[in-house]
């Protein structure tokens, strides 16, 4: 199992991360890309997805 940890930080008055670069070593970053963060309430985690931007 692979496992990134990341300090949460303020910035003004919100929290803030950073996404590790090697999670992003298969997107595409010539084009522009979202991340989705989803969260389960049943098993209390965050889940993160990157989807190319959809224009249209």
Not at 7 to 35: A, C, H, Q
Not at 40 to 48: G, L, T
Request: net charge negative; glycine share 4%.
């Amino acid at each position: 199992m692979f496992e990134f940890r990341r300090k949460l930080y303020t910035r003004g008055s919100s929290f803030e991360t950073t996404i590790p670069m090697p999670i992003l070593f298969s997107v595409d970053k010539d084009k522009k890309n979202e991340v989705i963060f989803s969260y389960d309430k049943e098993k209390n985690r965050w889940y993160i997805e990157i989807e190319e931007e959809n224009n249209g």
